[in-house]
C-alpha cells in the first residue's frame, strides 16, 4: 500500500471505522514505514486532544435560569427607581436635546450685524475657499 492511500485512510483507520482486511494493509504499512507511523502518532494524539477538548451537553435548564435572574433583576431596578425620577429622565433629555439643536441652530446662523466693507468680495475674504475650481483634481493627483 502506497503512503498517499495510508494517509487518506488513516483517520478511519484511527477510529476504527475500516473493513478488517483493509485494517490489516494499513497496519502493516505503518509497521513498515516509519515516516506514516510517525504522522499516525501525531494524528492519534491530536485526536486525543480534540476527544478530551469535546464540549459537554449544556444544562437545559440554564436558559431558564438565566432568564428568571434578569427579570428579577429588572424588577428589582423598576422598584428601586422612584416613579418621579423614571417621569423626570425622558423630559431632561427632551429638553437637552432641544436646547442643543437650538444651539445648533444659532451656532450655524451668518452674522447680521457685522460691519464688511463693501468692496470686500467674498472671495478676497475667504482666499481658500473654492481651491478646487482654480486646480483641476487631475494636475493635483499627478503631482
Known amino acids: 500500500m502506497k503512503c498517499n492511500k495510508v494517509h487518506s485512510k488513516l483517520i478511519f483507520f484511527l ?11 494499513v497496519q502493516k504499512h505503518l509497521d513498515e514505514c516509519s515516516d506514516c507511523a510517525r504522522f499516525a ?22 436558559y431558564t ?11 428589582e431596578q423598576l422598584v428601586a427607581r422612584p416613579v418621579l425620577l423614571r417621569i423626570l429622565q425622558p423630559v431632561a433629555f427632551s429638553i437637552l436635546l432641544l436646547l442643543g439643536i437650538y444651539g445648533g441652530f444659532k451656532l450655524g446662523e451668518t ?3 457685522t460691519l464688511v466693507s463693501s468692496t470686500l468680495s467674498e472671495q478676497e475674504m475667504v482666499p481658500f475657499w ?13 503631482e
Not at 15 to 25: G, P, R, Y
Request: no cysteine; hydrophobic share 35%.
Open 15 to 25: 477510529e476504527k471505522e475500516l473493513q478488517v482486511s483493509e485494517m490489516e494493509q
Open 130 to 142: 473654492n481651491e478646487m475650481e482654480a486646480e483641476p483634481i487631475e494636475s493635483f493627483l499627478m
Open 111 to 113: 452674522p447680521r450685524n
Open 65 to 75: 435560569r438565566v432568564k428568571a435572574r434578569l427579570e428579577k433583576q429588572h424588577d
Open 41 to 62: 502518532a501525531e494524528m492519534k494524539s491530536t485526536l486525543r486532544i480534540l476527544e478530551n477538548d469535546k464540549v459537554t451537553d449544556e444544562n437545559p435548564f440554564f
